[in-house]
Protein backbone atom coordinates (compact mmCIF):
# COMPACT_ATOMS: atom_id res chain seq x y z
CA UNK A 1 0.00 0.00 0.00
CA UNK A 2 1.18 3.40 -0.87
CA UNK A 3 0.93 6.46 1.48
CA UNK A 4 -1.15 9.23 -0.17
CA UNK A 5 1.47 12.53 -0.47
CA UNK A 6 0.31 15.20 2.23
CA UNK A 7 0.06 18.82 1.50
CA UNK A 8 1.18 20.84 4.18
CA UNK A 9 -0.91 23.08 6.62
CA UNK A 10 -3.75 22.83 9.00
CA UNK A 11 -6.51 24.04 6.55
CA UNK A 12 -6.14 25.20 2.73
CA UNK A 13 -9.09 26.88 1.88
CA UNK A 14 -6.96 30.49 1.72
CA UNK A 15 -4.80 28.87 -0.29
CA UNK A 16 -7.37 27.69 -2.79
CA UNK A 17 -8.11 31.26 -3.39
CA UNK A 18 -5.00 32.38 -3.58
CA UNK A 19 -3.38 29.76 -6.49
CA UNK A 20 -7.45 29.36 -7.85
CA UNK A 21 -7.27 27.34 -10.72
CA UNK A 22 -3.61 26.01 -10.49
CA UNK A 23 -3.87 25.10 -7.02
CA UNK A 24 -3.99 21.05 -7.64
CA UNK A 25 -1.14 21.66 -10.10
CA UNK A 26 1.47 23.37 -8.13
CA UNK A 27 1.21 20.77 -5.42
CA UNK A 28 0.92 18.01 -7.99
CA UNK A 29 3.96 19.29 -9.47
CA UNK A 30 5.90 20.30 -6.12
CA UNK A 31 5.11 16.21 -4.83
CA UNK A 32 5.87 14.81 -8.56
CA UNK A 33 2.27 13.51 -8.27
CA UNK A 34 -0.90 13.23 -9.61
CA UNK A 35 -2.67 12.35 -6.05
CA UNK A 36 -2.84 14.12 -2.59
CA UNK A 37 -4.73 14.92 0.44
CA UNK A 38 -5.31 18.20 2.11
CA UNK A 39 -7.41 19.93 4.22
CA UNK A 40 -10.42 22.13 2.79
CA UNK A 41 -13.16 24.09 4.47
CA UNK A 42 -12.07 22.05 7.35
CA UNK A 43 -12.33 18.71 6.33
CA UNK A 44 -10.37 15.77 4.77
CA UNK A 45 -10.16 16.30 1.14
CA UNK A 46 -8.19 13.80 -1.25
CA UNK A 47 -7.23 15.81 -5.28
CA UNK A 48 -6.52 14.23 -8.11
CA UNK A 49 -5.05 14.81 -12.05
CA UNK A 50 -4.48 13.46 -14.94
CA UNK A 51 -6.22 10.68 -16.94
CA UNK A 52 -6.10 7.55 -15.02
CA UNK A 53 -7.58 9.80 -12.17
CA UNK A 54 -10.33 11.29 -14.45
CA UNK A 55 -11.48 7.25 -14.99
CA UNK A 56 -11.59 6.93 -11.50
CA UNK A 57 -13.36 9.68 -10.80
CA UNK A 58 -16.26 8.89 -13.07
CA UNK A 59 -16.72 5.10 -11.84
CA UNK A 60 -19.96 5.06 -10.18
CA UNK A 61 -19.71 2.52 -8.23
CA UNK A 62 -16.72 4.16 -6.45
CA UNK A 63 -18.41 7.84 -5.95
CA UNK A 64 -21.28 9.41 -5.27
CA UNK A 65 -22.48 13.13 -5.85
CA UNK A 66 -24.91 13.34 -2.90
CA UNK A 67 -23.44 16.31 -0.66
CA UNK A 68 -20.48 16.70 -2.85
CA UNK A 69 -21.00 20.32 -3.90
CA UNK A 70 -20.29 23.17 -1.53
CA UNK A 71 -23.31 25.35 0.01
CA UNK A 72 -22.57 28.46 -1.81
CA UNK A 73 -22.10 26.75 -5.47
CA UNK A 74 -25.21 25.60 -4.82
CA UNK A 75 -26.81 29.03 -3.41
CA UNK A 76 -25.56 30.68 -7.15
CA UNK A 77 -24.38 28.68 -9.42
CA UNK A 78 -26.49 25.23 -9.51
CA UNK A 79 -29.61 25.28 -7.35
CA UNK A 80 -30.39 22.69 -4.76
CA UNK A 81 -32.42 19.45 -5.88
CA UNK A 82 -30.98 19.47 -9.28
CA UNK A 83 -29.33 16.85 -11.36
CA UNK A 84 -26.09 17.52 -10.48
CA UNK A 85 -26.49 16.45 -6.82
CA UNK A 86 -28.55 12.97 -7.83
CA UNK A 87 -26.67 9.10 -8.13
CA UNK A 88 -27.69 6.04 -9.86
CA UNK A 89 -31.10 5.46 -11.71
CA UNK A 90 -32.57 8.95 -10.81
CA UNK A 91 -29.72 10.58 -12.14
CA UNK A 92 -29.71 8.76 -15.35
CA UNK A 93 -33.62 9.10 -15.75
CA UNK A 94 -33.22 13.21 -14.82
CA UNK A 95 -30.25 13.33 -17.28
CA UNK A 96 -32.21 11.55 -20.20
CA UNK A 97 -34.26 14.71 -20.11
CA UNK A 98 -31.55 17.18 -20.67
CA UNK A 99 -29.60 14.94 -23.44
CA UNK A 100 -33.46 14.08 -25.24
CA UNK A 101 -33.02 18.19 -26.16
CA UNK A 102 -29.51 17.77 -27.72
CA UNK A 103 -30.69 16.39 -31.05
CA UNK A 104 -28.91 17.52 -33.82
CA UNK A 105 -32.23 19.42 -35.34
CA UNK A 106 -32.80 20.83 -32.02
CA UNK A 107 -29.29 22.32 -31.72
CA UNK A 108 -29.10 23.36 -35.58
CA UNK A 109 -32.18 25.76 -34.14
CA UNK A 110 -30.35 27.35 -31.58
CA UNK A 111 -27.26 27.99 -33.37
CA UNK A 112 -29.61 29.66 -36.12
CA UNK A 113 -31.18 31.78 -33.16
CA UNK A 114 -27.90 32.46 -32.10
CA UNK A 115 -26.66 33.65 -35.33
CA UNK A 116 -30.10 35.71 -35.76
CA UNK A 117 -29.53 37.34 -32.43
CA UNK A 118 -25.62 38.48 -33.21
CA UNK A 119 -26.83 40.33 -36.73
CA UNK A 120 -29.27 41.82 -35.02
CA UNK A 121 -26.90 43.32 -31.80
CA UNK A 122 -24.48 44.24 -34.53
CA UNK A 123 -26.84 45.92 -36.72
CA UNK A 124 -27.90 48.28 -33.39
CA UNK A 125 -23.97 48.83 -32.97
CA UNK A 126 -23.84 50.24 -36.32
CA UNK A 127 -26.86 51.97 -36.17
CA UNK A 128 -25.62 53.44 -33.03
CA UNK A 129 -22.27 54.89 -34.55
CA UNK A 130 -23.67 55.83 -37.53
CA UNK A 131 -26.23 58.35 -35.44
CA UNK A 132 -23.60 60.48 -33.21
CA UNK A 133 -19.54 60.50 -32.89
CA UNK A 134 -20.18 60.66 -29.30
CA UNK A 135 -22.39 57.30 -29.02
CA UNK A 136 -19.71 55.37 -30.62
CA UNK A 137 -20.28 52.14 -29.59
CA UNK A 138 -17.48 50.36 -27.20
CA UNK A 139 -19.10 47.00 -26.81
CA UNK A 140 -17.59 45.38 -24.22
CA UNK A 141 -18.15 41.34 -25.91
CA UNK A 142 -18.62 39.33 -22.43
CA UNK A 143 -21.61 41.44 -21.94
CA UNK A 144 -23.32 41.40 -25.60
CA UNK A 145 -22.58 38.13 -25.35
CA UNK A 146 -24.71 36.97 -22.06
CA UNK A 147 -27.49 38.98 -23.80
CA UNK A 148 -27.25 37.44 -27.50
CA UNK A 149 -27.35 33.83 -25.34
CA UNK A 150 -30.21 34.88 -23.56
CA UNK A 151 -32.20 35.93 -25.46
CA UNK A 152 -31.48 32.78 -27.84
CA UNK A 153 -31.93 30.23 -25.18
CA UNK A 154 -34.82 31.84 -23.97
CA UNK A 155 -36.49 31.53 -27.62
CA UNK A 156 -35.18 28.00 -27.99
CA UNK A 157 -36.23 27.10 -24.57
CA UNK A 158 -39.99 28.14 -25.12
CA UNK A 159 -39.41 30.51 -21.91
CA UNK A 160 -41.10 33.93 -22.88
CA UNK A 161 -38.43 37.33 -22.69
CA UNK A 162 -40.54 40.72 -23.10
CA UNK A 163 -38.26 43.03 -24.71
CA UNK A 164 -38.68 44.93 -20.91
CA UNK A 165 -37.47 42.09 -19.27
CA UNK A 166 -34.24 41.23 -21.00
CA UNK A 167 -31.82 43.29 -19.14
CA UNK A 168 -33.07 42.06 -16.02
CA UNK A 169 -32.86 38.47 -16.89
CA UNK A 170 -29.68 38.39 -18.26
CA UNK A 171 -28.06 40.19 -15.45
CA UNK A 172 -29.75 37.34 -12.81
CA UNK A 173 -28.53 34.33 -14.95
CA UNK A 174 -25.13 36.21 -15.43
CA UNK A 175 -24.96 36.56 -11.93
CA UNK A 176 -25.27 33.42 -10.64
CA UNK A 177 -22.44 32.16 -12.70
CA UNK A 178 -20.00 35.14 -11.53
CA UNK A 179 -21.43 34.90 -8.07
CA UNK A 180 -20.05 31.49 -7.48
CA UNK A 181 -16.78 32.29 -6.72
CA UNK A 182 -17.18 35.81 -5.27
CA UNK A 183 -17.20 37.17 -1.59
CA UNK A 184 -18.72 40.38 -0.49
CA UNK A 185 -21.36 41.59 -3.22
CA UNK A 186 -20.32 39.46 -6.25
CA UNK A 187 -21.87 36.44 -4.10
CA UNK A 188 -24.79 38.27 -3.11
CA UNK A 189 -25.47 39.41 -6.29
CA UNK A 190 -25.41 35.47 -7.40
CA UNK A 191 -27.63 34.64 -4.77
CA UNK A 192 -29.98 37.21 -5.20
CA UNK A 193 -29.90 36.20 -9.50
CA UNK A 194 -30.83 32.38 -8.32
CA UNK A 195 -34.15 33.63 -6.12
CA UNK A 196 -34.64 36.11 -8.70
CA UNK A 197 -34.44 33.72 -11.60
CA UNK A 198 -36.57 30.70 -9.76
CA UNK A 199 -39.40 32.79 -9.23
CA UNK A 200 -39.36 33.79 -12.66
CA UNK A 201 -39.01 30.31 -13.79
CA UNK A 202 -41.61 28.78 -11.09
CA UNK A 203 -44.18 31.26 -12.62
CA UNK A 204 -43.41 30.02 -16.10
CA UNK A 205 -43.74 26.27 -15.33
CA UNK A 206 -47.25 26.90 -13.58
CA UNK A 207 -48.31 28.82 -16.31
CA UNK A 208 -47.46 26.06 -18.60
CA UNK A 209 -48.67 22.96 -15.89
CA UNK A 210 -52.22 24.97 -16.03
CA UNK A 211 -52.51 25.82 -20.19
CA UNK A 212 -52.25 29.36 -19.61
CA UNK A 213 -49.02 29.39 -21.53
CA UNK A 214 -48.27 26.90 -24.67
CA UNK A 215 -44.89 26.03 -25.59
CA UNK A 216 -43.63 23.49 -28.80
CA UNK A 217 -43.26 19.89 -27.10
CA UNK A 218 -40.01 19.82 -28.44
CA UNK A 219 -38.80 22.64 -26.07
CA UNK A 220 -37.09 22.12 -22.12
CA UNK A 221 -39.88 23.93 -20.82
CA UNK A 222 -42.42 21.73 -21.93
CA UNK A 223 -39.89 18.61 -20.97
CA UNK A 224 -39.54 20.31 -17.58
CA UNK A 225 -43.05 21.27 -16.79
CA UNK A 226 -44.81 17.99 -18.17
CA UNK A 227 -41.75 15.17 -17.29
CA UNK A 228 -43.48 12.12 -15.57
CA UNK A 229 -41.36 10.26 -13.20
CA UNK A 230 -41.50 5.80 -13.38
CA UNK A 231 -44.39 6.13 -10.73
CA UNK A 232 -46.50 8.84 -12.65
CA UNK A 233 -45.38 11.86 -10.87
CA UNK A 234 -44.50 15.32 -12.08
CA UNK A 235 -41.24 17.08 -10.57
CA UNK A 236 -41.79 19.00 -7.93
CA UNK A 237 -42.23 23.16 -8.79
CA UNK A 238 -39.04 23.95 -7.40
CA UNK A 239 -36.78 21.27 -8.83
CA UNK A 240 -38.09 21.61 -12.24
CA UNK A 241 -37.10 25.31 -12.27
CA UNK A 242 -33.63 24.35 -11.04
CA UNK A 243 -33.62 22.28 -14.11
CA UNK A 244 -34.96 24.39 -16.20
CA UNK A 245 -32.88 26.95 -15.53
CA UNK A 246 -29.71 24.29 -15.71
CA UNK A 247 -30.82 25.14 -19.53
CA UNK A 248 -30.77 28.75 -19.55
CA UNK A 249 -27.97 29.84 -17.22
CA UNK A 250 -25.12 27.06 -18.75
CA UNK A 251 -25.89 28.32 -22.63
CA UNK A 252 -25.40 32.38 -21.38
CA UNK A 253 -22.30 31.34 -19.50
CA UNK A 254 -21.07 30.25 -22.66
CA UNK A 255 -20.44 33.97 -23.11
CA UNK A 256 -17.00 33.64 -21.49
CA UNK A 257 -15.47 31.09 -23.97
CA UNK A 258 -16.97 33.37 -26.68
CA UNK A 259 -14.90 35.90 -24.84
CA UNK A 260 -11.90 33.77 -24.60
CA UNK A 261 -12.52 32.82 -28.43
CA UNK A 262 -12.37 36.60 -29.36
CA UNK A 263 -9.13 37.13 -27.11
CA UNK A 264 -7.34 33.99 -28.72
CA UNK A 265 -8.51 35.99 -32.38
CA UNK A 266 -7.18 38.66 -31.55
CA UNK A 267 -3.54 37.11 -29.69
CA UNK A 268 -3.22 34.98 -32.77
CA UNK A 269 -3.95 36.93 -35.95
CA UNK A 270 -2.18 34.36 -37.72
CA UNK A 271 -5.41 31.76 -37.75
CA UNK A 272 -7.68 34.45 -38.94
CA UNK A 273 -7.73 33.64 -42.52
CA UNK A 274 -8.10 29.92 -41.84
CA UNK A 275 -10.81 30.51 -39.37
CA UNK A 276 -12.74 32.56 -42.19
CA UNK A 277 -12.52 29.48 -44.76
CA UNK A 278 -12.51 26.45 -43.16
CA UNK A 279 -15.14 25.30 -40.75
CA UNK A 280 -13.54 22.09 -39.51
CA UNK A 281 -10.60 24.54 -38.60
CA UNK A 282 -12.88 26.57 -36.40
CA UNK A 283 -13.42 23.49 -34.39
CA UNK A 284 -10.37 22.53 -33.80
CA UNK A 285 -9.73 26.21 -32.39
CA UNK A 286 -12.36 25.93 -30.67
CA UNK A 287 -11.54 23.25 -29.00
CA UNK A 288 -8.67 24.38 -27.76
CA UNK A 289 -9.94 27.30 -26.68
CA UNK A 290 -11.56 25.38 -24.01
CA UNK A 291 -8.82 23.70 -23.22
CA UNK A 292 -6.48 26.40 -22.65
CA UNK A 293 -8.55 29.16 -21.15
CA UNK A 294 -9.94 28.74 -17.39
CA UNK A 295 -13.54 27.76 -16.64
CA UNK A 296 -14.25 25.15 -14.06
CA UNK A 297 -10.99 24.44 -12.03
CA UNK A 298 -12.17 21.16 -10.75
CA UNK A 299 -15.50 19.01 -9.30
CA UNK A 300 -16.17 17.27 -6.28
CA UNK A 301 -17.59 13.67 -5.39
CA UNK A 302 -17.34 11.49 -1.93
CA UNK A 303 -16.59 8.38 -2.28
CA UNK A 304 -19.22 5.66 -1.62
CA UNK A 305 -17.09 3.03 0.11
CA UNK A 306 -13.29 2.38 1.16
CA UNK A 307 -11.17 1.05 -2.01
CA UNK A 308 -8.36 1.07 -3.44
CA UNK A 309 -6.62 2.51 -6.69
CA UNK A 310 -3.22 2.96 -7.48
CA UNK A 311 -2.12 1.30 -3.88
CA UNK A 312 -3.68 4.12 -2.50
CA UNK A 313 -6.72 3.42 -0.41
CA UNK A 314 -9.28 5.79 -0.13
CA UNK A 315 -11.47 5.59 2.86
CA UNK A 316 -15.43 5.47 2.65
CA UNK A 317 -17.16 9.23 2.38
CA UNK A 318 -14.10 11.36 1.26
CA UNK A 319 -14.54 14.40 -0.78
CA UNK A 320 -12.88 13.95 -3.57
CA UNK A 321 -11.69 16.73 -6.02
CA UNK A 322 -10.66 16.05 -9.83
CA UNK A 323 -8.42 18.99 -11.42
CA UNK A 324 -10.39 20.04 -14.62
CA UNK A 325 -8.14 22.76 -15.48
CA UNK A 326 -5.05 20.82 -14.54
CA UNK A 327 -5.71 18.04 -16.74
CA UNK A 328 -6.65 20.43 -19.55
CA UNK A 329 -2.88 21.39 -18.86
CA UNK A 330 -1.23 18.28 -17.65
CA UNK A 331 2.67 17.86 -19.51
CA UNK A 332 2.25 14.01 -19.39
CA UNK A 333 -0.83 14.71 -21.87
CA UNK A 334 -0.43 17.81 -23.45
CA UNK A 335 2.80 19.04 -25.56
CA UNK A 336 3.54 22.03 -24.35
CA UNK A 337 0.33 23.03 -22.58
CA UNK A 338 0.60 26.42 -22.16
CA UNK A 339 0.78 27.45 -25.90
CA UNK A 340 -2.32 28.05 -27.88
CA UNK A 341 -2.17 25.63 -30.69
CA UNK A 342 -5.29 24.32 -32.15
CA UNK A 343 -3.91 21.76 -34.75
CA UNK A 344 -3.19 20.14 -31.58
CA UNK A 345 -6.26 18.17 -31.89
CA UNK A 346 -6.04 17.15 -34.84
CA UNK A 347 -3.89 14.29 -33.27
CA UNK A 348 -6.43 14.17 -30.27
CA UNK A 349 -7.55 10.71 -29.56
CA UNK A 350 -10.82 11.75 -28.45
CA UNK A 351 -10.94 10.18 -25.29
CA UNK A 352 -13.59 10.84 -22.54
CA UNK A 353 -10.91 11.63 -19.91
CA UNK A 354 -8.07 13.85 -20.80
CA UNK A 355 -9.88 16.58 -22.12
CA UNK A 356 -12.26 17.72 -19.69
CA UNK A 357 -13.42 21.39 -19.55
CA UNK A 358 -16.79 19.95 -18.91
CA UNK A 359 -16.21 16.60 -16.94
CA UNK A 360 -15.21 13.44 -18.64
CA UNK A 361 -17.05 10.32 -19.08
CA UNK A 362 -20.37 9.32 -20.25
CA UNK A 363 -22.85 11.58 -21.21
CA UNK A 364 -26.19 9.39 -20.18
CA UNK A 365 -24.94 7.87 -16.95
CA UNK A 366 -22.19 10.10 -15.39
CA UNK A 367 -21.98 13.99 -14.82
CA UNK A 368 -20.56 15.15 -18.03
CA UNK A 369 -21.53 18.16 -19.01
CA UNK A 370 -25.17 17.75 -20.82
CA UNK A 371 -24.05 20.89 -23.31
CA UNK A 372 -20.81 20.11 -24.64
CA UNK A 373 -22.01 20.25 -27.80
CA UNK A 374 -24.23 22.84 -27.94
CA UNK A 375 -21.07 24.91 -26.17
CA UNK A 376 -18.35 23.81 -28.94
CA UNK A 377 -21.66 24.64 -31.72
CA UNK A 378 -22.13 28.41 -30.10
CA UNK A 379 -18.08 28.95 -29.99
CA UNK A 380 -17.91 28.07 -33.34
CA UNK A 381 -20.71 30.06 -34.94
CA UNK A 382 -19.57 32.90 -32.91
CA UNK A 383 -16.34 32.65 -34.51
CA UNK A 384 -17.77 32.49 -37.57
CA UNK A 385 -20.16 35.63 -37.00
CA UNK A 386 -16.28 37.31 -35.92
CA UNK A 387 -14.34 36.58 -38.65
CA UNK A 388 -16.79 36.63 -41.37
CA UNK A 389 -20.15 38.78 -40.55
CA UNK A 390 -18.18 41.88 -38.97
CA UNK A 391 -15.12 44.14 -38.91
CA UNK A 392 -14.00 45.41 -35.51
CA UNK A 393 -11.00 47.42 -33.83
CA UNK A 394 -9.49 46.21 -30.44
CA UNK A 395 -8.78 49.42 -28.22
CA UNK A 396 -6.41 49.51 -25.33
CA UNK A 397 -7.35 47.74 -22.66
CA UNK A 398 -6.63 45.56 -19.82
CA UNK A 399 -6.75 42.01 -21.03
CA UNK A 400 -5.07 40.31 -18.49
CA UNK A 401 -6.76 36.95 -16.76
CA UNK A 402 -6.39 36.59 -13.27
CA UNK A 403 -6.27 32.75 -12.41
CA UNK A 404 -7.30 33.15 -8.83
CA UNK A 405 -10.71 34.98 -9.80
CA UNK A 406 -13.59 32.31 -10.08
CA UNK A 407 -15.13 32.37 -12.77
CA UNK A 408 -12.44 34.11 -14.55
CA UNK A 409 -12.33 36.59 -17.72
CA UNK A 410 -10.03 39.06 -19.49
CA UNK A 411 -10.32 42.03 -16.71
CA UNK A 412 -11.72 44.39 -19.55
CA UNK A 413 -14.58 41.44 -20.14
CA UNK A 414 -13.12 42.09 -24.04
CA UNK A 415 -13.80 45.58 -25.78
CA UNK A 416 -14.32 45.88 -29.46
CA UNK A 417 -15.30 49.51 -30.89
CA UNK A 418 -15.65 50.76 -34.90
CA UNK A 419 -17.92 47.31 -35.41
CA UNK A 420 -18.60 47.14 -39.02
CA UNK A 421 -21.13 44.81 -40.79
CA UNK A 422 -19.05 43.73 -43.51
C1 LIG B 1 -22.42 19.76 -15.89
C2 LIG B 1 -19.08 22.83 -17.53
C3 LIG B 1 -22.27 24.57 -20.72
C4 LIG B 1 -25.70 21.77 -18.83
C5 LIG B 1 -21.24 20.41 -16.11
C6 LIG B 1 -20.02 20.15 -15.40
C7 LIG B 1 -19.09 21.00 -15.85
C8 LIG B 1 -19.71 21.81 -16.86
C9 LIG B 1 -17.64 21.11 -15.39
C10 LIG B 1 -19.85 19.14 -14.26
C11 LIG B 1 -19.27 17.83 -14.70
C12 LIG B 1 -19.21 16.87 -13.55
O1 LIG B 1 -19.81 17.12 -12.50
O2 LIG B 1 -18.55 15.85 -13.66
C13 LIG B 1 -19.70 23.62 -18.49
C14 LIG B 1 -19.05 24.73 -19.16
C15 LIG B 1 -19.96 25.19 -20.07
C16 LIG B 1 -21.16 24.41 -19.94
C17 LIG B 1 -17.64 25.23 -18.90
C18 LIG B 1 -19.80 26.32 -21.04
C19 LIG B 1 -19.64 27.52 -20.65
C20 LIG B 1 -23.44 23.89 -20.55
C21 LIG B 1 -24.60 24.06 -21.37
C22 LIG B 1 -25.59 23.31 -20.84
C23 LIG B 1 -25.03 22.63 -19.67
C24 LIG B 1 -24.68 24.92 -22.63
C25 LIG B 1 -26.97 23.23 -21.40
C26 LIG B 1 -27.78 22.28 -21.32
C27 LIG B 1 -25.11 21.03 -17.85
C28 LIG B 1 -25.84 20.11 -16.99
C29 LIG B 1 -24.89 19.53 -16.14
C30 LIG B 1 -23.60 20.11 -16.49
C31 LIG B 1 -27.33 19.83 -17.02
C32 LIG B 1 -25.13 18.49 -15.05
C33 LIG B 1 -24.91 17.11 -15.63
C34 LIG B 1 -25.07 16.00 -14.62
O3 LIG B 1 -24.99 16.27 -13.42
O4 LIG B 1 -25.27 14.86 -15.05
N1 LIG B 1 -21.03 21.43 -17.02
N2 LIG B 1 -20.96 23.48 -18.96
N3 LIG B 1 -23.73 23.02 -19.53
N4 LIG B 1 -23.78 21.01 -17.51
FE1 LIG B 1 -22.37 22.16 -18.31
Given at each position: ?????????I???????????R???????????D??????????T???????????FY???????????P??????????????????????????????????????Q??????????A????????????????????????????????????S????????V??????????????????????????G?????????????????????????????????????????????????????????????????????????????????L???????????Q?V???????????????H???????????????????Y??????????Q???????????????????????G???????RCA?E???????????D??V???????P????E??????????????????????
Amino acid sequence: MREIPTDRGIDNTLSVLFEGYRFISNRCDRYQTDIFQTRLLFKKTICLRGEAAAKVFYDNEKFSRQNATPKRVQKTLVGEGGVQGLDGETHRQRKQIFMALMTPERMAQLMELTRQQWEAASEQWERRDSLSETLRERVVLLDAAHEVLCRAVCAWSGVPLPEAEVERRTQDLAAMIDGVGGIGLRYVQGRQGRVESERWIKTILEQIRTHQLDVPEDSAAYAFAWYRDPAGNLLDLQIAAVDLLNVLRPVVAIARYITFAALALHEHPECRQQLKDDAEYRELFTQEVRRFYPFFPFVAARTRHAFEWQEYHFPQGVRVLLDLYGTNHDPHLWEQPEEFRPDRFRQWDRSSFNFIPQGGGDYNVNHRCAGEWITIQSIATTLDFLVNSIQYDVPEQDLEISLSRFPTMPKSCFIISNVKRI
